[in-house]
């Protein structure tokens, strides 16, 4: 099993809409979680960090954290274009000799159609 | 928000040479930076964690002799590709772990491409 799993789509919606991305991770002691987006040829950059279980609200990126289902999501309301990306899935390694580092997932590429 | 600045954005170079790339924090100090290799429509993979004054860890599969970590400020840490090859040809992405918090900030990164 992969450590940080996501799905990597294309996952198309409808401007407006609200566009739902989903991770899972194998580490369950696992503690911090983050997403990033990354347009295409560029670096990621840091969308939102959780560390309880909940919801975390930002504008329009709520993430939610489930650590007994070891889920993460991010939901992104009312969809733009521009929002149009891979966003990636990042966990902080608690185990092992990159004790402390993120894992990445794949990434979910999302289409937001006008 | 915190800035990491890499260089250079894209670099040529023919098979044989080394390139060197850096990556610089600039509103804050990074004891911890990280080094990414990115091909097209895969994700970040680790390379290497840089740490301020003493040897680079690099993952497993990594050769430590081709590419050289050096992390010699709380600012400052470069990567060089020696004797290139069209197969090291990537996106290489850098980033710094702000001592304050958790939170990862990466530079633009560097396109490199090997003839």
């Known amino acids: 099993q992969k450590e940080v799993e996501q799905n990597s789509g294309p996952l198309s919606v409808p401007e407006g809409a609200i566009a739902s991305l989903n991770c899972t991770y194998s580490?369950?002691?696992?503690?911090?979680f983050f997403w990033y987006r990354q347009y295409s040829g560029k670096s990621p950059e840091l969308i939102m960090s959780?560390?309880?279980?909940g919801d975390k609200e930002d504008g329009r990126f709520t993430a939610q954290l489930n650590k007994a289902s070891q889920y993460v999501s991010l939901l992104i309301r009312d969809s733009q274009p521009s929002d149009s990306a891979t966003y990636l899935c990042?966990?902080?390694?608690?185990?092992?000799?990159?004790?402390?580092?993120?894992?990445f997932g794949k990434g979910t590429k999302l289409s937001v159609k006008p | 928000g915190a800035v990491v600045s890499q260089h250079p954005s894209r670099v040529i170079c023919k098979s044989g040479t080394s390139v060197k790339i850096e990556c610089r924090s600039l509103?804050?100090?990074?004891?911890?930076m990280f080094w990414y290799r990115q091909f097209p429509k895969q994700s970040l993979m680790l390379m290497a964690t840089?740490?301020?004054?003493?040897?680079?860890?690099?993952e497993q599969g990594v050769e430590k002799d081709k590419f050289l970590i050096n992390h010699a400020s709380l600012t400052l840490s470069t990567l060089t590709v020696t004797s290139a090859h069209p197969e090291d040809s990537s996106f290489y992405i850098c980033?710094?772990?702000?001592?304050?918090?958790?939170?990862?900030?990466f530079g633009s990164g560097t396109q490199l491409s090997v003839l």
């Open positions: 959780i560390y309880s279980n």
């Open positions: 980033s710094a772990r702000d001592q304050v918090d958790e939170k990862l900030f």
């Open positions: 840089s740490n301020e004054g003493s040897k680079a860890t690099y």
């Open positions: 509103d804050f100090q990074a004891t911890t």
């Open positions: 580490d369950r002691v696992s503690q911090s």
């Open positions: 990042a966990v902080k390694k608690f185990r092992g000799g990159s004790q402390g580092n993120l894992i």
